[in-house]
């Protein structure tokens, strides 16, 4: 499935492999509002979990396969804005970041993009990415992929 990956950055960097801060809270903005969450409440919301997702680094191969558990982001979304949006951005705390399209998670179906908090049915750890964007359909670069979650910003 193609991505509408054009925001994220190229591939020219080699991943970070070390968390930039230890503070796993997501803020979620919208507009003017804004509301920050935590690993803990994403635990309360249904749980989704998509086998079979591997991470592909251009420069140092595949890894998985990996059973990733989590939160839906489009779930979340909606949940977050009861107005129609069409952009969600995701950004880590070292500045990673990628930006998908409500249609292209509508198109998921059962290999949602994940807000993942576990992996192969273990807690993610911080150095793991906790939380961890997981976009299942994205099997290219893994740029899709982020680790250390910090914002989501939802455009109209
Ligand atoms: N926050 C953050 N997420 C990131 C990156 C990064 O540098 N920072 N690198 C990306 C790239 S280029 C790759 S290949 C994968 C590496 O994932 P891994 O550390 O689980 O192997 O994470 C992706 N997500
Ligand atoms: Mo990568």
Known sequence: ???DNQWTPPHSHEPNPTPPTNDPGITIYFQGFSVSIHPQHLLTLTQRSVDDCYI???G???SGPF??????????????????WSIVEILSADAFRTRISRDELERTGARPALLALSKDGKPLSRDEGLVRLIVPHEEGTALQQVKWISEIRIFE
């Open 1 to 3: 499935m193609a991505t």
């Open 56 to 58: 592909i680094s251009t």
């Open 60 to 62: 140092h191969g595949a």
């Open 67 to 84: 059973k990733f558990g989590g939160v839906s982001l489009l779930d979340i979304v909606d949940q977050f804005v009861a107005r129609p």
